[in-house]
Structures are given as structure tokens and as C-alpha cells.
């Protein structure tokens, strides 16, 4: 199913090219039509993946960015691609824990057997990383809560301590990024001794195809313990701010640093932030937040964990303690805590200094 996906999918883009990429959604479906083995769903499904990939090229060539030139319309062909089917394709046996999914024309349906079935499913998609899997699209209720206060909160997003949080009140939480930085590096030395082992063998033997299958298993595996790790992460922070009756979060712009890196950052500092899943982390606090009505903020962060918050002054930290470098001041603080006090400050007008009360959570 997922091969006759992909030919559904280079259908697309063949026809379309001949087209001058103007096919609409509805002349897309109508030239796939009955062309193909797999079901109508399955079909439209392939269909959308293209125009949507399509539609996201022109989104971003209208942007005007830098890199607009660069953006090109699909043209690669695949060789497989994940199998969708929507609700209306999908039957639920929920009293004896199966999913029944239309499958090719003119063979019996697929019986997936299923643990917890969610209720009002919208889409299935059929993956594959080292195996298959049924990735199950579904609504829930909306669980936004009605929080009477106003307080505010700012995040210094770090690459050891991965959020340092502070409030209004002075009440303060970090969250360790260590346990993410060991699955990372424990990740990639698993594979580069199999990289290393493959190197050995001759391109194309079966040694060499059983090492690369091995290399793949291991990066889906650390990446699944890595996923599970920032869900934790973000859950552990998510319930904090329910603790504190947070209305609104204020974080920093940390683009300019992550991004176009190559050539331009020395090689320790790049695997430092390989090591960094800034995106994945704002992500998942985003729609987690989002879904309690907590508004999430990006503000440009520059000079936050320069600035001392008692007399203003700038001072660039050596290690993870800040030490204002004014004699007359002297004050001293954990680094990612001053950075997250200037970020509430510069944009709540406040006159924080210091935390009356500091929580330090890690992940186990």
C-alpha cells in the first residue's frame, strides 16, 4: 500500500509539471481517479500530500525571505509513503479491540488489533521506522482553563539546563537538559561504531546492507527515547505553570543562533547544538499550552544574560554563575536565572532581582 501511495504521489507531480503546476486540488483527484489499486481514501490522501506540498512552496516563496530562490516544487520521486485513510474509511470494533481499515481493491479489510482505542479519530496514517506503525490522528475536548490571574512568566531556553523559568512572585523552576544530552550522545556513539564497521565491508554486500539496517533501527529507537524524554520535559513545566496560575509566557527568538551555523561556529560549539532540541521543546510547550488557554510569546532576547538586573550594567559570564563586575554592586546570580529575570523585566516593565523561591526538576 505504502509503494502504490508513492506512485500516486509521482502521478502527481508528472501530471502536474505537464500542467505548469496549476492543477487544483479537485482536477488532481478527478486525473487520479480509479487509476490506481488502492483505496479512494488512500488515494486522496497521496493526492493532498502533493498539493499541500505544493501550496507550502509558494506560502514561502511569497514570504520574500532569503532563501526564496532556493525553494523548489516537488520533484523527487518516492519510493514509498505512508498510507492514510480518514474516517469515513475507518471502522472501529471497539468491544474487541480492532480497527478495520479499507484496504486494496478487491481485498479484505485490514484488522489492526489495538490497545486503547481513542475516540473521534479523523485520520490513520500506516508508517514505517524499523516496523510498522498505525499513527492515529484524534480530537479531544477542549480542557482551555479559565485562569483569573494575571501572572506573567519568561523562559531562558538553555542547552544544559533546557528552561529557566521565573514569575512576577519570584517563583522560580529549572529543568535539566541532561538526560536528553546523554540519550543524544549515547545515540551517536552507537552508530558511529557501526559506520565504522560498515566502512570495513564492500558497498552493496549483505554485511554492509545489515549494518545500515542496524545504523536506522538505532536512530529510530534513540529518537522515539529522545521524543518521550521532551513530552516529559514539557509536561513536568506545563504542570508548574498550572501551579502558578500563569496567563502568559514570554520566551526568546534563539533563530539567528541555531540556524545557518555551518562555516560560521567553531565544530564544538555546532555539536552543542545538535544536542539542543530548542524546536522540539517550543513545539510541544506550544501546543500544550495552547490547548490551556496560556499564551506563548517570542521576544528578541539580546543582551538578557549580559545585564545585571540590580544596576543595569553589562557583564559577559565565563561560566554558569553570573558576578556583576560593579564594585558598588556585586551581585551574582546562576546565569539561565538572570537571563530569565531580564526577559520578564524588559517586557513587564518589572523590577525583579531575585527569586524568593527556586524548584530544580530533572527527568529520570
Not at 204 to 224: L, P, Q, V, W
Amino acid at each position: 500500500m505504502n509503494k502504490i501511495s508513492a506512485d500516486v504521489y509521482n502521478y502527481c507531480v508528472k501530471i502536474d509539471k505537464e500542467n505548469g503546476q496549476k492543477l487544483t486540488l479537485s482536477e488532481l483527484e478527478y486525473a487520479t481517479k480509479q487509476k490506481f489499486a488502492l483505496h479512494a481514501k488512500g488515494i486522496h490522501h497521496a493526492v493532498f500530500k502533493y498539493y499541500r506540498a505544493r501550496k507550502a512552496m509558494w506560502d514561502s516563496r511569497k514570504t520574500k525571505h532569503k532563501e526564496r530562490g532556493k525553494v523548489k516544487l516537488p520533484y523527487k520521486e518516492k519510493f514509498y509513503m505512508p498510507t492514510g485513510w480518514d474516517s469515513q474509511a475507518i471502522r472501529v470494533d471497539a468491544e474487541h479491540n480492532k480497527i478495520r481499515l479499507t484496504a486494496l481493491k478487491g481485498c479484505n479489510q485490514a484488522i489492526c488489533h489495538v490497545k486503547n482505542i481513542p475516540e473521534n479519530i479523523v485520520e490513520i496514517e500506516l508508517i514505517y521506522k524499523d516496523k510498522y506503525y498505525l499513527a492515529i490522528t484524534y480530537k479531544e475536548e477542549d480542557k482551555e482553563l479559565l485562569l483569573k490571574t494575571s501572572n506573567e512568566v519568561s523562559i531562558d531556553l538553555g542547552e544544559i539546563h533546557a528552561i529557566t523559568s521565573i514569575d512576577k512572585l519570584g517563583n522560580c523552576v529549572i529543568i535539566t537538559n541532561r538526560k536528553i544530552r546523554g540519550l543524544i550522545r549515547l545515540k551517536d556513539k552507537r552508530k558511529s561504531e557501526l559506520l565504522s564497521l560498515r566502512s570495513r565491508c564492500k558497498e552493496g554486500s549483505n554485511r554492509a546492507k545489515k549494518y545500515t539496517k542496524a545504523i536506522y533501527k538505532i536512530r529510530y529507537e534513540y529518537d522515539r527515547k529522545i521524543n518521550d524524554a521532551i513530552h516529559k520535559m514539557t509536561r513536568m513545566y506545563v504542570n508548574w505553570c498550572i501551579q502558578n496560575g500563569v496567563s502568559k509566557i514570554y520566551y526568546g527568538d534563539l533563530d539567528s543562533t541555531t540556524r545557518n551555523s555551518k562555516g560560521r561556529l567553531r565544530k564544538a560549539t555546532n555539536e552543542k547544538l545538535n544536542m539542543w532540541r530548542y524546536g522540539e521543546i517550543i513545539e510541544k510547550l506550544t501546543y500544550k499550552l495552547n490547548g490551556l488557554g496560556i499564551e506563548l510569546e517570542k521576544i528578541n532576547e539580546a543582551y538578557t544574560s549580559q545585564t545585571c538586573p540590580n544596576c543595569g550594567k553589562r557583564n559577559k559570564p565565563a561560566n554558569r554563575n553570573y558576578v556583576c563586575k560593579n564594585k558598588k554592586c556585586g551581585y551574582t546570580q546562576h546565569r539561565d536565572v538572570v537571563g530569565a529575570i531580564n526577559i520578564l523585566n524588559f517586557n513587564t516593565n518589572g523590577n525583579l532581582k531575585r527569586y524568593e523561591k527556586k524548584e530544580y526538576l530533572q527527568i529520570h
